[in-house]
């Protein structure tokens, strides 16, 4: 069983900067691949980045390639998420995800979710 919380969201103007954090209970977090999603009001939540249990494979959206850039210490049972670059369309409930399989994109692959939080770019 893995708790997954994630902190750090807020509201920022168009070209700001946020970082994600996901803080991971259990001892076998080193094992997991994890993925960050979002979902904005009334869309279908969708992926944004996905990172292997060891950090040497990494995947995001073309949506966010370049901005967003996700990482993890392994040491702090803790998966990262920095957005520069900000835009309103980001603004979503982000929601990070634990898969003990490889890092992928498709969220019916992560048997453990976070609660979400709350990023609000403001134009």
């Known amino acids: 069983q893995v708790q997954l919380i994630e902190s750090g969201g807020g509201l920022v103007q168009a070209g700001g900067s946020l970082r994600l954090s996901c803080a991971a209970s259990g001892r076998t977090f080193s094992s997991y691949a994890m993925g960050w999603f979002r979902q904005a009001p009334g869309k279908e939540r969708e992926f944004v980045a996905a990172?292997?249990?060891?950090?040497?494979?990494?995947y995001a959206a073309n949506t966010v390639k370049g901005r967003f850039t996700i990482s993890r210490d392994n040491a702090k049972n803790t998966v990262y998420l920095q957005m520069n670059s900000l835009k309103p369309e980001d603004t979503a409930v982000y929601y990070c995800?634990?898969?003990?399989?490889?890092?992928?994109?498709?969220?019916?692959?992560?048997?453990?979710w976070g609660q979400g939080t709350q990023v609000t770019v403001s134009s």
């Open positions: 990172i292997s249990w060891s950090g040497g494979i990494i």
């Open positions: 995800a634990a898969d003990r399989g490889p890092p992928g994109s498709s969220r019916k692959n992560y048997d453990y």
